[in-house]
């Protein structure tokens, strides 16, 4: 008892309080740091190595995506983890490998997979990093660079060559984000790519989408990691209906203002022609200037915030469709992946701050300028909530080179999900696409 008296003065000195304020003030701050910035280890494991193992068979069927939901899958060991691969389709058709979207694991390319599949193609898709049955990275940013990679590991682990280079291996797809990945992709290795499919794609969304009280919290660091996770799964358990809710009034409100778009815009159309359906090509100059206050009035209708974007791809289909109904079951294996999956969130944050989503003018750039007329196709939905066609068609389509570079097209009544809303009429497209294609040879820049 006298030791921790004489230890503990009665009236202790300036300088000990001082000292005993910073120390207690540090430890503090070193509690919280850990409590509110978590650090993820290098690879979290995904639910095939924490989940599926635990559930019975008839828990594992009842899984709305499971791990056998398309055929032929593996397992691929890569230095950033585990990622799951699919790979099915004749051997001798058309290779085509597809990268989907941000809040989903592959499961939303279904139609697409097996409708090609059907065509005599082989079709060849993965879950993304954090995502559907790959694990997560914790330790890397999730940018282009990632997931390049990524894709580049899904090939590499193919029993067939998608990589030759001699006439444009493989034919590339990307959804939404993986749009985004794609151009990155085409960008980078312009001679394995025989053709670029961007359906939705991310890369050049206009900040002004997002919101800048939204783009500062998710970017400037202030916000604690945790409670930034917190929000971020809250949103996505919540039913996904505000966005579909606004489309009806949007087009009550263009109809009113007299810009009710067209049903289908030209691929081609040569300057100063009308469209297939009556819609002006020409004077894209005047016709831009004319439209900057309308664009601002739009994008007060589409999403304005990252996850906004987000759960975009998961739009809830009308209360009297089927249960079993894609978009249904896409909706449900999301927040199943919130409960069950330690590397979603992270994922998904990171990809928020890092992915190619807006401003790759340099990328779509690079892109135009190493690509053939003719092998790079993009299709839009009219009613998309996050990426405006009118917007994408000022900013996006010159970079890669204009009409007579690139098949234009724009789905009617169709959202950010058209992938699976509109598959059948996305086929169509991509045999069209094809069928007017270049010579292999002349596809390689």
Not at 90 to 111: A, E, N, V, W
Not at 265 to 278: D, I, K, L, M
Not at 405 to 424: I, K, Y
Request: aromatic share 8%; net charge neutral; charged share 20%.
């Amino acid at each position: 008892m006298d030791l921790i008296t004489n230890l503990w003065p009665e009236r202790p000195s300036h300088s000990f309080v001082v000292l005993t304020t910073v120390a207690a003030t540090f430890a503090i701050f070193i509690t919280l740091r850990r409590c509110l910035y978590p650090r993820h280890p290098r690879i979290i494991p995904g639910p095939l190595k924490t989940v599926i193992p635990n559930l019975t068979k008839d828990e594992v069927a009842k899984l709305d995506y499971t791990p056998d939901y398309f055929p032929s899958a593996r397992d691929v060991q890569t230095p950033y983890g585990s990622m799951r691969v699919y790979e099915f389709g004749p051997t001798t058709g058309r290779k085509i490998l597809f990268i989907h979207g941000i809040s989903t694991s592959c499961q939303t390319l279904t139609k697409l997979a097996y409708g090609l599949a059907a065509r005599g193609h082989r079709v060849m898709l993965f879950d993304l990093f954090g995502r559907g049955f790959s694990d997560g990275v914790g330790d890397l940013p999730h940018d282009a660079r990632l997931y390049v990679s990524q894709a580049l590991c899904a090939l590499a682990s193919s029993p067939l060559s998608w990589m030759d280079g001699s006439t444009g291996s493989f034919d590339l797809a990307g959804y939404s984000l993986g749009g985004g990945v794609a151009v990155h992709f085409a960008a980078s290795f312009p001679a394995t790519v025989r053709s670029l499919i961007l359906l939705a794609p991310a890369g050049m969304i206009r900040k002004e989408s997002f919101g800048a009280v939204t783009r500062f919290v998710f970017t400037a660091g202030l916000v604690p990691e945790r409670v930034l996770a917190a929000l971020t799964r809250w949103k996505l358990q919540k039913p996904i209906a505000s966005a579909a809710a606004k489309r009806p009034r949007q087009q009550q409100q263009q109809q009113k203002e007299g810009e009710t778009k067209p049903l289908l815009t030209a691929a081609n159309g040569a300057e100063g022609q009308e469209g297939s359906h009556g819609r002006a090509v020409g004077s894209e100059k005047a016709q831009r200037e004319s439209n900057g206050t309308k664009h601002q009035h739009q994008h007060q209708h589409r999403a304005s915030n990252p996850v906004s974007m987000a759960t975009s791809e998961i739009q809830p289909p009308q209360a009297q469709e089927s249960a079993d109904r894609l978009e249904r079951r896409v909706m449900r294996y999301v927040r199943w992946m919130l409960t069950n999956h330690a590397g979603f969130v992270p994922a998904f944050m990171s990809t928020i701050r890092e992915a190619p989503l807006m401003g790759q003018d340099d990328a779509w750039s690079r892109v135009g300028t190493s690509r053939r007329a003719g092998t790079t196709c993009v299709i839009l939905g009219q009613d998309d909530e996050i990426i405006d066609p009118e917007a994408y068609e000022e900013d996006a389509l010159p970079l890669l080179g204009g009409r007579s570079q690139v098949r234009w097209r724009v789905f009617p009544a169709a959202s950010h999900d058209f992938p699976m809303t509109h598959a059948e009429e996305t086929l169509e497209e991509l045999d069209a696409f094809w069928a007017e294609f270049p010579t292999a040879e002349e596809s390689i820049a």
